[in-house]
């Protein structure tokens, strides 16, 4: 199969072939992974018993996928990714909001998997043949797990949607063997390692699980739907029915894989650490079952996430290819496994990166959607590409390439979200106004989505509306697509 030439420019519509299956396919395959699983350990270590835990989880999941669905809709019509397809909103270089954010979300997932990935494979091989667990195996295993990941990442989006099929029905396979591995050293009460609730009360503590553990789940993927959805055609494939198919992908997708991981915490008895109880609690035949899971979930789903990191770096990068973005993203996130296995305790690493991550992009992502409201999905397509082309003009041009309302409304809400974050170091000076509880992702997208409207409203005329627009010059590295017209409405 050929490396996939293309980055963020526009896919001609004879080459937009996928369908809601394989977006399901894709969303189901890639996230049936140890970098998933471990995300249901989170409220068991928090303190909370087997129902409150599995409640958060679901609850969190269920409305993080409601409201992140609607975003595979943008790059449905717009036929590139979603961090270019914001340039809609943000000007064609204040897009590089949404590259930033993408790139951090999809850095710190990549870290994430190849990291839980590979200390179980230690775990396992340890128990199997003896592999001591010092630094060189660790660097060994990090290494190969690296390599698979770019192999499938710089290959594109056909080798990963194919592996993907494959993962969703093996994987799905292995964690159900894991259930009768496991089952017998089940139970549901709270675990006494983990020192009680974690934030000393019942409801903060099952809030900030179902943030941590459900919602952070789907806003992983609002700035990566985009790179599957490019690939549907909306002149075969309703809205509607891809919409559903987002949902379902990411419900399933999600629910399944971090419900294991909750159960196995308990079975395991984790509640300071994920992978070494992991391992010495499975049954001698299920350890070479957990190691086909450790190794070929975690190349799926890193692949997935360096590959979309690859695209943000392309999207910054112009000059840049898409293959060499992705090698340069790939060393970043190896290195960051490094640091992350030696220097962060696990789940305060965890629950800092997707708390912070999750107060900065949910503004983002609101505005993208409001936008995508107001233009009832109709973009220029070429005006979108006018930063990849190193030229100026178009509709989105805005002042200098940037909306600055837009990127004033995330700046807001970005920054309301870090102040009212709760973090095992650090708690943000608007806890107070919440009772403690952390609802920085609600308080980040409401003021950010506020903002946007206030700053857009009154029948103020957007900034490079028509009649203000410059045409866009010079020529395209890749062939145009389609031109629409299209006036931003106020």
């Known amino acids: 199969m050929p490396i996939e030439q293309r980055g963020v420019d526009t896919i001609p519509d004879e080459e937009r072939t996928s369908g809601p299956r394989d977006l399901a396919s894709i969303l189901l395959g890639s996230n049936l992974c140890l970098g998933v699983i471990i995300f249901g350990w989170l409220p068991p270590s ?19 996928a409601l409201f992140t669905a609607p975003l595979a809709l943008v790059s449905l019509s717009t036929a590139t990714n979603l961090s270019t397809s914001s340039g809609a909103q943000f000007g064609v270089r204040g ?32 128990r199997m043949s003896g592999l001591p667990a010092d630094g060189a195996s660790y660097a060994v295993v990090y290494a190969v797990l690296a390599a698979a990941t770019v192999a499938g990442a710089v290959y594109g989006y056909r080798v990963l949607l194919a592996m993907s099929r494959v993962l969703a029905v093996g994987m799905t396979a292995l964690l159900a063997l894991g259930i009768f591995a496991y089952a017998p050293q089940f139970a549901t009460s709270a675990l006494p390692g983990a020192g009680g609730l974690l934030l000393g009360s019942f409801w ?58 909750t159960f196995t915490a308990y079975a395991a008895r984790a509640a300071t650490d994920y992978a070494g109880p992991l391992v010495t609690a499975s049954p001698t035949w299920y350890l070479v079952p957990l190691l086909l899971s450790a190794s070929a979930g975690s190349v799926g789903n890193a692949g997935l ?15 840049a290819s898409r293959a060499r973005a992705t090698h340069t993203v790939a060393v970043v996130a190896t290195a960051c496994v490094f640091i992350g296995h030696y220097a962060w305790n696990a789940q305060s690493a965890m629950t800092s990166f997707v708390l912070l991550l999750t107060a900065i992009g949910t503004p983002w992502a609101v505005i993208t959607l409001i936008g995508f409201a107001r233009c009832r999905g109709v973009y ?8 990849n082309r190193r030229s100026r003009g178009g509709i989105y041009w805005y002042r200098a390439g940037w909306n600055v309302r837009a990127t004033v409304s995330w700046a807001l809400g970005a920054g309301v979200g ?9 708690q943000g000076p608007l806890l107070h106004l919440t009772g ?5 992702f609600v308080l980040s997208g409401a003021v950010g989505g506020a903002a946007y409207l206030l700053l857009t409203s009154a029948g103020r005329r957007p900034e490079g509306a028509r009649g203000t627009a410059r045409p866009a010059t010079t020529a395209t590295r890749t062939p145009d697509a389609p031109s629409r017209h299209f006036e931003p409405r106020p």
């Open 46 to 64: 928090f303190g909370l018993g087997w129902w409150a835990s599995v409640s958060a989880i679901v609850a969190g999941t269920v409305i993080g």
């Open 95 to 126: 897009r590089l909001v949404g590259s930033i954010v993408g790139l951090l979300l999809a850095l710190g997932y990549t870290a994430l998997t190849v990291w839980i990935g590979g200390d179980v494979m230690i775990g396992v091989l340890g």
């Open 204 to 261: 903060p503590t099952w809030l900030l699980a179902a943030v941590a553990a459900g919602l952070s789940g789907p806003i992983a993927f609002i700035t990566l739907l985009g790179d599957y959805t490019r690939y549907i055609s909306p002149s075969r494939h309703s809205g509607r029915r891809v919409l559903h198919a987002t949902w379902l992908g990411l419900v399933l997708g999600l629910l399944v894989p971090q419900l294991f991981g």
């Open 305 to 319: 996430m360096l590959y979309s990191m690859g695209l943000d770096l392309d999207a910054i990068l112009p000059r």
């Open 380 to 387: 220029d397509a070429d005006a979108l590409q006018v930063f």
């Open 418 to 426: 870090l102040l009212a974050v709760s973090l095992p170091s650090y």
């Open 436 to 440: 403690g509880v952390d609802c920085s």
